[in-house]
């Protein structure tokens, strides 16, 4: 997905053309280098974690067979590769990293989606999904929510982050480019001068990071001393080259921390726009992936020194072409309602407002509705896949062939990550198997359906649905961003939800294949180095 700083610099790049020119203040001096390099020494392997923004194993697979991929070659023949990691949903991006980060789905980490309306400050919080809706909630509230409260009050304080962890354990940490970033260490994001005039933002912004905290020019740590990519035509470093030439520095000064995150957002904007079947990009990733290798003298001495674990953060869905209507515009379908439009005042008539997050979205009903006669309305279109909603301590789900289930957690039904459940219906409304000799399930089409649902039903305060459309559509509401003809994501079915992870320079091997599990996994590397 595009991550949400990079669409509100595609959108500052159109708004603030007047002072374009205006010499840009440069980043306050950071300590990050000289507090960032490990107490380890050089003999302990460093663990460099890095997130491919829609890498898919569909694609990877492709690549290989067409030797056109050495890096990545490289490093599944000398490690592991799993083609099934179960993503977080929604499958958007800052919910997947919190998810990353905290070890925990929504309804621990509190960040539910890049799009969902807050009941407590009657607002929507859209961290950018793009220009035209970042204009209509209004440009200062967007830079906001993702610039100061993503990390300061929306991801759950009393969760700690594995910034935090690591830290609390006497190690060091660093972040690259990565949205949710929250830490112990004290950073100051500084907004580039062009920005002071088109919005009331401060002119920098006190933040709790990592040792090393890299975020575009937002918080350059190498300013001065090595020329990155970060111009407003490089949307202000939050690109691939950025973060590679970020770490490349670390690794040939012996920078390294105990654990660096890296993020790589370049493949998803091709992605979106040309579809799942695009190579180009991955194959200008592979180069950039041996770049970064190369650093260390070579591909073979950065596994002697370093393990490297790579994954995607969602896949995504080929969205059909303009002509076969793949935009599931879902106000028209709830006309019967007072539906809020954006960029209008939230009102006491207010009955429904939307919060659409590609091709899922959460239906708010404020005024006490039944659910049941919103997800009946919102059923009638074909291209609806599920929809779900709270029930007491139950979650009801209605699927688009009309079969129904509702299930609560306990009970002695037992799923593969040794979760239990208690479910009442039709299984065939989220293909699940049920043997009821063996009291066990397990998930087809929806991977780790049922906990991934209760997480984002239980995620954040109000009474809503969650809705998804069926793969080759997406959802809209008024002024949404529309992927048709390319590739899109948000949803629950395998092709935005599994994801490829390659772990090379160790034997250690996760105990379950999902990103909720990666950060006691990646916790036990670097504790044990």
């Given at each position: 997905m595009l991550k949400a700083v990079i669409v509100l610099f595609i959108?500052?790049?159109?708004?603030?053309?007047?002072?374009s020119?205006?010499?840009?203040?440069?980043?306050?001096q950071e300590k990050d280098l000289l507090q960032v390099k490990s107490n380890a020494g050089d003999s302990a392997k460093k663990v460099i974690f890095i997130v491919i923004d829609s890498l898919m194993a569909e694609a990877v697979d492709r690549g290989l067979e067409q030797k056109e991929l050495p890096a990545f070659q490289f490093l599944i023949e000398r490690g592991q590769y799993y083609k099934d990691m179960v993503s977080s949903f929604p499958t958007m991006s800052v919910t997947i990293d919190s998810s990353l980060l905290t070890g925990a789905y929504p309804d621990r980490h509190h960040v539910p989606g890049l799009n969902w309306y807050s009941v407590r400050d009657h607002k929507l919080i859209n961290y950018g999904t793009g220009p035209a809706e970042v204009i209509k909630i209004g440009v200062n509230q967007v830079m906001a929510d993702a610039l100061m409260q993503l990390n300061g009050s929306h991801l759950n304080p009393e969760l700690p982050t594995i910034y935090e962890d690591l830290s609390r354990a006497g190690k060091k940490t660093g972040s690259i480019n990565g949205l949710i970033y929250r830490g112990?260490?004290?950073?100051?994001?500084?907004?580039?001068?062009?920005?002071?005039?088109?919005?009331?933002?401060?002119?920098?912004i006190s933040v709790k990071g990592p040792d090393f905290l890299a975020l575009g020019s937002l918080t350059n740590p190498l300013e001065g001393i090595e020329d990155l990519p970060g111009s407003i035509i490089h949307r202000l470093g939050i690109n691939s080259e950025f973060s590679i030439s970020t770490a490349s520095y670390l690794i040939r000064e012996n920078k390294l921390p105990d654990f660096l995150y890296m993020y790589l957002p370049d493949m998803d904007q091709q992605i979106h726009k040309k579809g799942p079947s695009d190579l180009k990009s991955l194959k200008d990733t592979d180069h950039q992936l041996q770049t970064l290798l190369q650093n260390f003298g070579s591909l073979e001495n950065a596994l002697e020194k370093a393990i490297i674990v790579i994954i995607g953060d969602s896949g995504m869905t080929e969205i059909l072409p303009a002509n076969e209507n793949p935009v599931v515009e879902l106000f028209p379908l709830l006309q019967a309602f007072n539906v809020y439009r954006q960029g209008e005042a939230i009102t006491d008539e207010t009955e429904i407002v939307l919060a659409v997050n590609e091709t899922m979205a959460y239906v708010y009903n404020l005024k006490a509705r039944k659910a049941r006669a919103i997800?009946?309305?919102?059923?009638?279109?074909?291209?609806?896949?599920i929809i779900a909603w709270r029930d007491?301590?139950?979650?009801?789900?209605s699927n688009g062939a009309s079969k129904e289930l509702r299930f609560k957690t306990g009970g002695e039904l037992?799923?593969?990550y040794k979760q239990s459940w208690t479910i009442e219906g039709e299984p065939q409304a989220l293909d699940l198997k049920i043997n009821h000799e063996r009291q066990t399930l397990d998930y087809e089409r929806y991977p780790d359906v049922l906990q991934r649902l209760y997480g984002a039903l239980h995620s954040h305060d109000g009474d809503f649905l969650v809705v998804t459309a069926k793969p080759g559509y997406e959802l809209a509401d008024q002024h949404s961003p529309t992927h048709k003809g390319g590739g899109s994501h948000g949803s629950l079915g395998h092709a935005e939800s599994l994801v490829p992870l390659i772990i090379s320079g160790t034997e250690e091997r996760p105990e379950n294949l999902r990103i909720v599990d990666l950060k006691a996994f990646l916790q036990k590397l670097v504790t044990k180095q």
């Open positions: 959108l500052f790049l159109l708004i603030a053309v007047w002072s020119r205006r010499k840009q203040k440069p980043s306050p112990s260490a004290p950073h100051t994001l500084s907004l580039p001068a062009w920005m002071h005039g088109p919005t009331s933002m401060p002119e920098s997800a009946e309305a919102i059923r009638a279109d074909s291209r609806i896949d007491g301590e139950w979650i009801c789900v037992t799923d593969s």
